[in-house]
């Protein structure tokens, strides 16, 4: 696998109620690509997954918007999102 390794954390800064957070992501590869180029294929990768939820949603925002009583059964949505 290109990626050995990866590690993540979150650290505030700031002072008072102007608090902010920022991720610092450490990704080590194997050589065959670079970790921006993992990062960006994981990001990829990541939306490519969310993207039936989101698909979802707009299906549930359009039932209600024509005033249809329905939801989508989470357990189909999950099989046809494994397939």
Partial sequence: MPVRNANHSIHSYGNGNER?????????????????????????????LFIPFLHAEEETLHLEYNRHKGTLPPLLFMIDWLN
Avoid: V
């Avoid at 920022?22 to 990541?46: D, V, Y």
């Fill in 20 to 48: 902010q957070e920022i991720l610092f992501l450490e990704i080590w590869t194997n050589g065959s690509l670079t970790p921006k180029e993992a990062l960006h294929e994981a990001s990829r990768n990541l939306i490519d």
